[in-house]
């Protein structure tokens, strides 16, 4: 803070040369040996501490008043009653989105960042699959926007044999080692400032060439600033050998590593999902689980209207916070026209969204879905009651009505004078017959 | 009767081979065959020169170019595929492999039959194998063992390739007709590509040419050779993919060889990864099982066709126009093999004659 009165910088003052010799300002000081009033004002605002945050909001809550309450006293009453304490409202760690609307707009932030391979959004993004949903969807969405943003793609193929022209493909199949291959990797980024490695299986990265995760880690995202983008086949089953039985699988190794994780999940399966736990039924099982002999993909896989994710954004700080999205297909509306030498224009809009905002989660269709299940399980009873019992259950509307008719006898008792007691009430009709020797008993 | 006449109509969107370079994967189990499946695929592919139907539409711009095809088969001898493809399918492979449409590679004979089929071809096949006798039911379901079987034989394979050498050279002196002699990767890599050459070209206007590459599990390797890893084998998949454009492969998918026992046995895990890795690699997934509810006089089985449409780092995108969908890539209908070979494809409940 430079503090300036009458023409003087008081920062520009050379300060040593004023102590070492005072006569310097001694003309300031007027004969009488008062100073002049910017001075005072000067020194006041000097000597004012300055305040730290603002303490008189601040309250200490002590846990008790005072050390009496700690020792026991009879009290006369007998009951000793505790004082309430004094508690201020509970402090939230984080501050929370408080409309809808910023809630998406946060979590939709989050997600772009990562999609569109922002710098230093995720350095390792983990993508997890089945053959219920294959990541390729969300891979190539990824791939399409780093290519519109000019990011130099890498794809490390141990499954895919033929990749798109405008992507940089390196074979990782057929016998390559792990040096040669990391060697080739670093080849291929340091062509552009700016790079997005795709490997298409992290379980053979791992197997078949012996790499260590955290050696391409430290390639990728720390020697070229880049991003690393996994995907892990979760039907893969991982080989157990005796010698790393205490070694932990490499699933796990991944998540831990990892800065983003995705689950793919097919949409017709959260639909189905979601359907059987509004009806709280158990959650159906998809694909290799199914249980049928010879199943290897369930029906309704790779749903080409979209794909569902799971994402676990790790944030810097620390906190992890997860939301699922809904990423449909793309169409070549989504994005401009490239320009030349591009092979992807820019994107117009980002059209991922949470999943509650789609419709057909969201409303109608499951709703119906769950009528029409509601409905079939009830109508199965009612023929069920039909065709299994020989008794004819149902009443006639004649008879609903007199049953409806009869008043039990606490409706009486409950009226002004206590009514009649427990006297059964019965009119007579024509068909009864009175029985004297009865009514005695 | 024209071979493309074979295949049932409901069925032929599934066995149509894709536009572009692709991997299908046909899954079988032991009571629900897919042999019935694959000659069909065969019969696609060479009866595509002819104009009539049958024949996708991109095979047509290519110039009058069929399919060739490469049957490499480890389960089945050449005798066997010959009669499947003439009952069923109506065709005659000799004059094929003769024309040079298609080449046999013989897994069976060298790697695991005793005699390392040294005799006439009919007659030992039955009379002195270990592998169960290749026979044809009424029901016209060929009967065939487990693929664990032919483990058994394994010592056998490691001796057997040394006497067989000679066999081998005369036996690709046999037009088109190739023998494995060996399980090792690279001398089956070999053998596949000298088959390639051995091929014509289908057309002379085009440069390039379809073939098909048929692999009939391959996964027995996994059993009968430990060494060979599931990643070894896809890699050998994907690096004959560079040059073939579609690749089928014939996988067992039954319980006892992809759900695990506890702890799990290293042939589960082979067999389980391997056909998880092919599922996921292609882009067509053919599962034929039996029929959920049970034995039926007049269904064989059920087959499953789902699709994965996006491939890694397939960047196109679908405009607006283009609107070619079929369903949601999934769909289910039943068959039935009847004793005289052909196929009935129909759709559950329309048991009528289709």
């Not at chain 1, 490390?156 to 291959?181: K, M, N, R, S, W």
């Not at chain 2, 066999?167 to 390639?196: F, N, R």
Request: glycine share 6%.
């Amino acid at each position: 803070m430079t503090y300036t009165a009458h023409g003087l910088d008081f920062e520009a003052i050379g300060w040593t040369a004023l102590y070492t010799s005072p006569s310097l300002v001694r003309h300031l000081i007027a004969e009488d040996g008062t100073l002049p009033d910017w001075l005072i004002e000067y020194r006041q605002s000097k000597l004012e501490p300055v305040p730290f945050g603002d303490r008189r909001n601040i309250t200490f809550v002590p846990r008790a008043k005072d050390c009496t309450k700690w020792i026991k006293n009879n009290c006369p009453t007998g009951i000793r009653k505790r004082v309430p304490e004094i508690r201020l409202p509970k402090k939230r760690s984080m501050p929370r989105p408080l409309t809808i609307a910023q809630y998406q707009g946060h979590a939709l932030h989050l997600l772009s960042r990562v999609l569109n391979i922002r710098l230093n959004a995720s350095p390792f993004t983990l993508i997890v699959d089945d053959l219920s949903q294959r990541a390729t969807p969300l891979t190539s969405e990824i791939m399409r926007r780093a290519l519109s943003r000019n990011i130099n793609v890498v794809v490390v193929a141990f499954e895919a044999a033929d990749v798109d022209p405008a992507i940089h493909y390196i074979p990782a199949y057929g016998g390559i080692t792990g040096a040669q291959l990391l060697e080739k990797i670093e080849v291929a980024m340091s062509e552009r400032q700016e790079s997005l490695v795709v490997v298409d299986s992290l379980y053979d990265l791992v197997n078949a060439t012996d790499i260590d995760m955290g050696v391409l880690f430290d390639l990728v995202a720390t020697r070229f600033a880049s991003t690393l983008v996994g995907i892990y086949h979760q039907d893969i089953l991982a080989d157990q050998y005796p010698e790393n039985a205490y070694a932990p699988q490499h699933l796990e190794y991944f998540q831990y590593l990892a800065t983003t994780i995705f689950t793919c999940k097919s949409l017709a399966h959260v639909l189905a999902a979601k359907a059987a736990s509004e009806r709280s039924l158990a959650e159906p099982t998809f694909g290799l689980l199914q249980g049928a002999e010879g199943v290897v993909q369930c029906l309704d896989a790779n749903d080409h209207r979209g794909i569902v994710f799971t994402a676990e954004f790790r944030r810097k700080s620390g906190r992890p916070e997860s939301e699922t999205f809904f990423l449909r297909e793309t169409l070549i509306s989504d994005y401009n026209e490239p320009l030349p030498l591009m092979r992807v224009g820019t994107l117009k809009q980002e059209f991922a969204v949470l999943i509650d905002q789609v419709p057909a989660y969201a409303n109608e269709v499951v709703i119906s879905l769950v009528k029409s299940a509601a409905d079939a399980v009830e109508s199965n009873q009612a023929t069920d009651d039909l065709i299994e019992s020989t008794f004819n259950l149902s009443i006639t509307d004649k008879q609903k009505e007199a049953r409806d008719g009869v008043i039990l006898p606490y409706f009486d008792a409950q009226t002004a004078n206590g009514g009649e007691g427990g006297r059964i009430l019965y009119d007579m009709s024509m068909e009864d017959d009175f029985d004297e020797e009865e009514d005695e008993i | 009767m024209s071979p493309s006449s074979r295949i049932p109509p409901l069925l032929q969107p599934c066995i149509r081979l894709p536009k572009d370079k692709s991997i299908l994967l046909v899954t079988s189990t032991l009571g629900a065959s897919a042999n019935w499946l694959i000659i069909r695929f065969i019969c696609d592919a060479l009866s595509s020169t002819a104009k009539d139907g049958g024949l996708s539409d991109e095979i047509n711009t290519l110039g009058e170019g069929g399919v060739n095809i490469i049957l490499v088969s480890w389960m089945q001898e050449w005798e066997f595929w010959k009669q499947e493809a003439r009952k069923g399918g109506g065709l005659d492979l000799d004059r094929a492999k003769r024309e040079g449409r298609m080449a046999f590679v013989d897994g069976l004979r060298a790697l695991f039959l005793p005699d390392g089929g040294e005799k006439n071809e009919n007659i030992p096949v039955t009379k002195t194998t270990q592998t169960p006798p290749v026979r044809t039911l009424p029901g016209g379901i060929p009967a065939r063992g487990p693929a664990a079987v032919p483990a058994r034989t394994t010592p056998s394979a490691s001796t057997i390739p040394a006497r067989n050498l000679p066999e081998q050279t005369s036996a690709s002196t046999k037009q088109g007709h190739y023998t494995l002699c060996s399980p090792d990767l690279a001398h089956l890599k070999s053998t596949i590509q000298t088959a390639v050459a051995h091929l014509t070209p289908t057309s002379t206007s085009t440069t390039t040419t379809k073939t098909l590459l048929i692999l009939d599990t391959p996964s027995i390797l996994l059993a009968t050779t430990p060494t060979i890893s599931p990643s070894s084998l896809t890699s050998l998949v994907l690096t004959l993919h560079t040059t073939l454009p579609h690749i089928l492969v014939h996988s067992h998918a039954d319980d006892p060889l992809l759900s695990l026992s506890t702890p799990p046995q290293p042939l589960e895990l082979a067999h389980h990864n391997f056909v998880v890795k092919v599922a996921h690699m292609s882009r067509r997934v053919l599962s034929v099982r039996v029929l959920d509810t049970g034995v039926a006089r007049d269904v064989s089985g059920v087959l499953r066709v789902t699709e994965n449409k996006v491939g890694l780092g397939d960047l196109r995108v679908k405009g607006k126009e283009e609107e070619e969908d079929d369903g949601n890539g999934g769909r289910e209908v039943l068959y039935y093999v009847k004793g005289d070979g052909s196929v009935r494809v129909f759709e559950r409940g329309g048991g009528g004659d289709g």
